[in-house]
Structure formats: C-alpha cells, structure tokens
T-cell receptor
Framework: EAQVTQNPRYLITVTGKKLTVTCSQNMNHEYMSWYRQDPGLGLRQIYYSMNVEVTDKGDVPEGYKVSRKEKRNFPLILESPSPNQTSLYFC???????????FGQGTRLTVV | ELKVEQNPLFLSMQEGKNYTIYCNYSTTSDRLYWYRQDPGKSLESLFVLLSNGAVKQEGRLMASLDTKARLSTLHITAAVHDLSATYFCAVTGTASKLTFGTGTRLQVTL
C-alpha cells in the first residue's frame, strides 16, 4: 500500500531535549516536505527536499533541521525544542514539487 | 509570492442544504488541489484540477477551476453530517511548491 509513515504519532517532551520525528514514503517520490499546522494559520512549510542530499528552507524553518540521505526517508530534527514548537506536524511526499501531495498521519508534539 | 485565501473560514450548515466554499489565489497557477481533513487526522486528497474550466465531482462534492479569475469553488449539494471536516485548497505554479489556504471548517448540523 502506498503510504507516508510518520513516527511517533504523539510526543511530549521538555524544552531543550533534542528529538527526531521520522518520515518514510514507499512511492519512490522525489519531493518530500514537512509542515506544521497551527489553529488559524493553516499549513506552513518548514523544510523541503527535491531529492537525495538536496534540502531547502520553507516558510518557517527556524529551530528545525532536516536531512535526506535516502530517497524514502526525510526526518525532522528539533535540536533544542521550545514551547512555541508545540504543534501538529505533517510529512508529505509527491512525485514532483507541484504534483499531488500525500500526507503522513501527523505527529502531535507538545513541548513543556 | 503566491497567496491563497479561502472563504468562509467557518461554515455551519444544516443537513440537506447547499453551499459553496471559495478559494482565491493571487498569481498565475496551473494546478489546484482540494483536501479534506477530519479532526486530528491527516489530509486526504479530494480533487486535482489541472486546467481552466475543469470540473470534478465525487458524491455530494463538486470542484471547479477558473484560472482566468484565479478562483476555485467547492460546491456541497444536500449536505450530510459525514461531510463535516476542514477543507483546504492548495495551489501551485509550474516551478513552485504547493501553497495552502487557511482552510474552511465545515460543520453540518442535523
């Protein structure tokens, strides 16, 4: 089954404790991206990747890192999480930048 | 910079009624997508509109695209409770990423 898989689904952590949210897709898509969703603000892109070893900032990249060492995986790293990063995070993949995006199940992150 | 606006942001409607959600975007675009999101869930693709005048229908939902007016509509016919969700449009150009609208939260009441 074609899918985008994120883990974990829920995470509560403390300020400053490094964490990684994993994302994997099995559709051989070139393009992957991370979004955060906050009430009233819709979906905002954090980082994106057009291919292996090619990543770039989205609209709200501060406080996040990503890597794309393999085509299928695109982890999101928060080196020193802060409470303002409490949000619902989605990973998405698509064949190209401007084609239909397929979303993971979401990760609800709470930073206390 | 591409901007996408949806109207209304919140819509409460009775079962059986018809209504339309509007998606306006600011610059030339050649693709538009509609997504549905149930509370706490992921986004599910509903429609892909690729050309001016495109119309797609699925059950009680019909989406259309007018690229000259930079407008897409999502029309709901005879709403039922199961359609309660948040609906997003997303727009992209030839060499640009998807930009999402802020979403329309639809609540269908009995």
């Amino acid at each position: 089954e074609a899918q985008v898989t994120q883990n974990p689904r829920y995470l509560i952590t403390v300020t400053g404790k490094k964490l990684t949210v994993t994302c994997s897709q099995n559709m051989n898509h070139e393009y992957m991206s991370w979004y955060r969703q906050d009430p009233g603000l819709g979906l905002r892109q954090i980082y994106y990747s057009m291919n292996v070893e090619v990543t770039d900032k989205g609209d709200v990249p501060e406080g996040y890192k990503v890597s794309r060492k393999e085509k299928r995986n695109f982890p999101l790293i928060l080196e020193s999480p802060s409470p303002n990063q409490t949000s619902l995070y989605f990973c998405a993949s698509s064949l190209w930048m401007n084609t239909e995006a397929f979303f993971g199940q979401g990760t609800r992150l709470t930073v206390v | 910079e591409l901007k996408v606006e949806q109207n209304p942001l919140f819509l409460s409607m009775q079962e059986g009624k018809n209504y339309t959600i509007y998606c306006n975007y600011s610059t030339t675009s050649d693709r538009l997508y509609w997504y549905r999101q149930d509370p706490g869930k992921s986004l599910e693709s509903l429609f892909v509109l690729l050309s001016n005048g495109a119309v797609k229908q699925e059950g009680r939902l019909m989406a259309s695209l007018d690229t000259k007016a930079r407008l897409s509509t999502l029309h709901i016919t005879a709403a039922v409770h199961d359609l309660s969700a948040t609906y997003f449009c997303a727009v992209t150009g030839t060499a640009s990423k998807l930009t999402f609208g802020t979403g329309t939260r639809l609540q269908v009441t009995l």
